[in-house]
């Protein structure tokens, strides 16, 4: 059984930084990628950070420059770092593990985390 345990929002006020954790409990024998993403009232679920299983990055073309997606393989966590958050920011922001095998003979599958509230005051 894998789960993806987010942590770390809360509320801030402009300006502010925060740091989000994922926290993947179980094995994962091999993924594609880990990303976030996030989810504003009304609107739909929108990537905002991906880190693929070589490392490479990417990001939300909106976000880029202020956030940082980072990976530590031993404490299986992934981290955002979000700065200068603006309240447009707000949102649940939720984990991703995409293309993940628990075997090497297993079918991938994408697992999803609970989420994590961010609210940005202006």
């Known amino acids: 059984q894998v789960q993806l345990v987010e942590s770390g929002g809360g509320l801030v006020q402009a300006g502010g930084s925060l740091r989000l954790s994922c926290a993947v409990s179980?094995?994962?024998?091999?993924?594609?990628?880990m990303a976030w993403y996030r989810q504003a009232p009304g609107k739909e679920r929108e990537l905002v950070a991906v880190?693929?299983?070589?490392?490479?990055?990417d990001y939300a073309d909106s976000l880029r420059g202020r956030f940082t997606i980072s990976r530590d393989d031993v404490k299986k966590t992934v981290y955002l770092q979000m700065n200068s958050l603006k309240p447009e920011d707000t949102g649940v922001y939720y984990c991703?593990?995409?293309?993940?095998?628990?075997?090497?003979?297993?079918?991938?599958?994408?697992?999803w985390g609970q989420g994590t509230q961010v609210t940005v005051s202006s």
């Open positions: 179980g094995s994962i024998f091999s993924f594609d990628a």
């Open positions: 991703n593990a995409a293309g993940a095998r628990l075997a090497w003979w297993a079918p991938s599958k994408d697992y």
């Open positions: 880190i693929r299983n070589g490392g490479n990055t």
